[in-house]
């Protein structure tokens, strides 16, 4: 049934090459041509400098625990099988933040400022999900 | 000095809050808004201005079809989720004080039990455009999920707890059961909420609003018309709208625990040239308990960090030192996108707050916050005559 599967990345111009690399085990973050800093979620202009010329960098995976969530409700029949689950907000070393999942069975273990190492597990749509686990100092 | 009325609320009006009904939420529109319209002594065609509110509301056209209002001079919106209503009192003051109109009506209604879930709307709206990109698809769905990772984070910097936020939920709850027109009929206790099931991580059931059909509006005059009026005036003394740095990823707020209130607090408590202390009444928007925490610290009422123990001994009851959501707010009265709470604001100051009434009220507040961040507060005053 298709109302069981997650939902499935909507894809504006940004949003389908941030996607599109996850499939490929890759985390995009955008990068300004002009004045070279980061900006995350991708979006049309830079803030800094207000230019629209960008470019992609291919983030590390590492970060260190902002904050969390333990899901132990379904607002979407997609993840009534993946309760609970963690959704974690990560400062990645690139210096912008994303907000991932959670390795399983590890939420008890979670302090701000931990840190943690992405990886991105396949998804039934083919796309990835950004999955941190906790990771050795 | 008394501080100038910026424009006084001069209607309100209120339908019967349910569950499960057949109403249509435009029926709900106007039927709150003739009771405001009425409460305020005026025909609907004396309203020269709309402000409508919510996602469901109707457009100011259907307002002009259904009350044959001729000429109708001006319409807004303010796409700020449960802050639109306070914030659309700020634009109505705008209105009215550039001269464009005399009466400006604010209506709300919505039938969510005929319609998609909290987690399904938001994702229609624009301003969740890079949630519904990014996050929607890892699980990040409903509102509970999106917010729950600032009240941990406010938890784990400074030790706020659960039982704080069970304060805020049981003190709400004790003022529906005085209210006849709230959804929650049963006395709550911490332990009730601590037992509650877990929803999202700090999020129990019982620190999540309800979800409700209904509607409800006012009305907002020019001060110097509202003395002549039906209704015993209520004059806004300080409003403002406040926009929170990322206001449309909560994920890269620099400072998730501080919502746009807090930028909007201290303007309106300029303007109204009063202090904390002067606030005999709050009626602050509380679609989960911790946000009624959050907002008290972007407030003033006492540093970031301490809401928690704000909270605690009952100081949000109708006996505390700052009686708050006097009608059951959010949690426990009904959801309608904190008109609600300007309504119960009005009616305290108006004393017409029946037993709910904090005694001798002349000065009050009321926040509304959505749509990850945006806030509005007014504050207002019993007027004259």
């Known amino acids: 049934m298709t109302s069981e599967r997650k939902p499935t990345p909507h894809g504006d111009r940004y949003a389908t090459i941030y996607w599109d690399a996850t499939s490929r085990g890759e985390l995009h973050i955008q990068h300004c041509s002009k004045c070279d800093q980061l900006r995350h979620y991708p979006s049309a202009l830079c803030p800094h400098c207000h230019s629209f010329e960008h470019d992609w960098i291919v983030a590390s995976g590492r970060g260190k625990l902002h904050s969390w969530t333990v899901c132990h409700h379904a607002f979407h029949p997609g993840f009534k099988n993946a309760l609970p689950y963690t959704l974690v907000t990560v400062d990645l070393v690139e210096g912008v933040r994303t907000l991932g999942l959670l390795e399983e069975g590890t939420a008890h273990e979670l302090t701000i400022g931990m840190p943690l190492q992405a990886s991105f597990k396949k998804r039934e749509d083919g796309f990835g999900d950004l999955v941190f686990q906790i990771s050795g100092v | ?385």
């Open chain 2, 1 to 385: 000095m008394k501080p100038r009325a910026l424009g006084s609320i001069t209607g309100i009006g209120e339908t019967t809050y349910t569950r499960a009904s057949d109403i249509s939420s435009l029926e709900y529109q106007l039927q709150a808004s003739l009771s405001a319209i009425a409460d305020a002594g005026l025909s609907p065609r004396d309203i020269d201005g709309i402000i409508p509110i919510g996602l469901t509301g109707a457009p100011a056209e259907e307002f002009v079809t259904n009350f044959g209002i001729e000429d109708l001079r001006y319409s807004a919106v303010t796409p700020m989720g449960g802050a639109s209503g306070v914030a659309a009192i700020q634009t109505a003051m705008a209105a009215i004080g550039a001269g464009i109109c005399k009466h400006v009506l604010i209506p709300s209604g919505r039938n969510v039990s005929r319609g998609a879930s909290a987690g399904v709307r938001i994702h229609q709206m624009p301003q969740f455009h890079y949630v519904t990109e990014y996050e929607y698809p890892l699980g990040a769905i409903a509102p509970a999920q999106l917010y729950a990772p600032m009240a941990r984070r406010h938890m784990e910097l400074y030790g706020t707890t659960s039982r704080q936020l069970a304060e805020v939920a049981v003190a709400v709850r004790a003022h529906a059961l005085l209210n006849d027109n709230a959804l929650m009929t049963q006395p709550m206790t911490i332990a009730d909420h601590q037992a509650s099931r877990m929803i999202s991580d700090p999020f129990r059931l019982f620190d999540c609003s309800l979800e409700s059909d209904g509607g409800a509006a006012v009305v907002v005059s020019a001060s110097d018309r509202a003395k002549d009026m039906r209704a015993y005036p209520v004059d806004v003394l300080g409003i403002a709208e406040g926009h929170p740095d990322s206001p449309s990823a909560i994920t890269h707020r620099p400072d998730m625990t501080r919502l746009g209130l807090a930028k909007a607090a201290p303007i309106a408590f300029e303007m109204a040239d009063i202090s904390h202390a002067d606030i005999d009444v709050a009626e602050i928007y509380d679609c989960f308990t911790w946000v009624v925490i959050c907002q008290l610290e972007d407030m003033g009422f006492c540093a970031k960090g301490e809401g928690g123990a704000f909270v605690e001994n009952g100081r949000l009851s109708l006996h505390g030192s700052l009686p708050t959501n006097t009608h059951g707010g959010l949690l426990s009265q009904a959801h309608m996108l904190g008109m609600n709470h300007i309504v119960e604001l009005v009616r305290q100051l108006r004393h017409e707050g029946g037993k709910a009434q904090v005694k001798d009220a002349t000065t009050g507040l009321v926040t509304g916050y959505g749509d990850l961040g945006d806030g509005a507060i007014a504050i207002m005053a019993r007027g004259s005559r």
